[in-house]
């Protein structure tokens, strides 16, 4: 079984500071884990993931995770926010080895304030 | 990256009605396609994998009859909500698996 969990629903910062998103997983296997960003009526995109190799993951647009497996953790940071990066985060776990079964956390919607 | 093309992007149909949504990968076959569903602040939840040439594979509780999914060819699922009814409104995503999984843009049905 495999369970992730966002903390915060609604995250905002002000341009130009740190972004720190947090997602918890639980898995009973060495997991895959993902973060996505979704735009207003789009689809997913892929910002990074972690496949059992760095423990400090570098994504696009400025983005990094580091997984914890003492904290089971795997937050989202990014040292300086934008204003284009306002969008709805998800945090997704699956049992290592593909993308079969992912499961996503219930999102973190981050406001960026000029 | 890959692109994933999902149609229609939003579409407004009867209570009873059937309602077809396509899934198609534009530049890479993907034998397999997801189909999840995502309620109001709420996250996305795997409905069934499509697998090309194959009967798709449901997730517990979701209803066969009710989710018709057919995935033809290497670069098209589609997925019918027949009998639609109010409670089906929600948001729908397909992704195709290449080298990660890429997502479509969604389809917003709304059951009036």
């Known amino acids: 079984a495999q369970s992730v969990t966002q903390l915060g629903s609604h995250v905002s910062v002000s341009e130009g500071a740190l972004v720190l998103l947090r997602c918890n997983y639980s898995s009973s296997v060495p997991p895959y884990l993902f973060w996505y960003v979704q735009y207003p009526n789009q689809g997913l995109q892929l910002l990074l993931k972690y496949t059992s190799a760095a423990t400090l993951v570098k994504g696009i647009n400025g983005f990094e995770a580091e997984f914890k497996k003492s904290e089971t953790s795997f937050h989202l940071t990014k040292p300086s926010a934008h204003m284009s990066d306002a969008a709805e985060y998800f945090c997704a776990v699956s049992p290592s080895g593909g993308y079969q079964k992912v499961t996503f956390g219930t999102g973190t919607k981050l406001q960026v304030i000029p | 990256g890959a692109v994933v093309s999902q149609h229609p992007s939003w579409v407004i149909c009867k209570s009873g009605t059937s309602v077809k949504i396509e899934c198609r990968s534009l530049?890479?076959?993907?034998?397999?396609m997801f189909w999840y569903r995502q309620f109001p602040k709420q996250s996305l939840m795997l409905m069934a994998t499509s697998n090309e040439g194959s009967k798709a594979t449901y997730e517990q509780g979701v209803e066969k009859d009710k989710f018709l999914i057919n995935h033809a060819s290497l670069t098209l699922s589609t997925l019918t909500v027949t009998s639609a009814h109010p409670e089906d409104s929600s948001f729908y995503i397909c992704s195709a698996e290449n080298t990660e999984a890429f997502f479509g843009q969604g389809t917003r049905l709304t059951v009036v």
């Open positions: 530049d890479f076959q993907a034998t397999t």
